[in-house]
């Protein structure tokens, strides 16, 4: 089982960015995929982001497709995403979450392990 603590949401204007990050414990860092995903109220949850093992695999959902920025740090055991340009419709509860199989891509039942979630709220 891998333990996961986000940090770095907040409220901001559009416009602006956040940078969110995922503290995890429990099982080698480096052998996971990892990824982000959203839920806003009334919509299911989301893939924002994920990244493989190593980092060099990098997948985006269209809607943030040259605006989010996901890396990792394995030294530190961080999965991070940088969110730029953010819009009202970014809006939502981020969640990371471990992907034991080492992609860190969909389909979301892959993803076995999550964290408790971080609020971003944009205003407009």
């Known amino acids: 089982q891998v333990h996961l603590v986000e940090s770095g949401g907040g409220l901001v204007q559009a416009g602006g960015s956040l940078r969110l990050s995922c503290a995890a414990s429990?099982?080698?860092?480096?052998?996971?995929?990892m990824g982000w995903f959203r839920q806003a109220p009334g919509k299911e949850r989301e893939f924002v982001a994920g990244l493989n093992w190593s980092g060099g695999n990098i997948y985006y959902a269209d809607s943030v497709k040259g605006r989010f920025t996901i890396s990792r740090e394995n030294a530190k055991n961080t999965v991070y995403l940088q969110m730029n340009r953010l819009k009202p419709e970014d809006t939502a509860v981020y969640y990371c979450?471990?992907?034991?199989?080492?992609?860190?891509?969909?389909?979301?039942?892959?993803?076995?392990?999550w964290g408790q979630g971080t609020q971003v709220t944009v205003s407009s």
């Open positions: 429990g099982r080698a860092f480096s052998t996971l995929g």
């Open positions: 979450a471990a992907d034991l199989t080492g992609w860190g891509v969909p389909p979301q039942a892959d993803f076995t392990s």
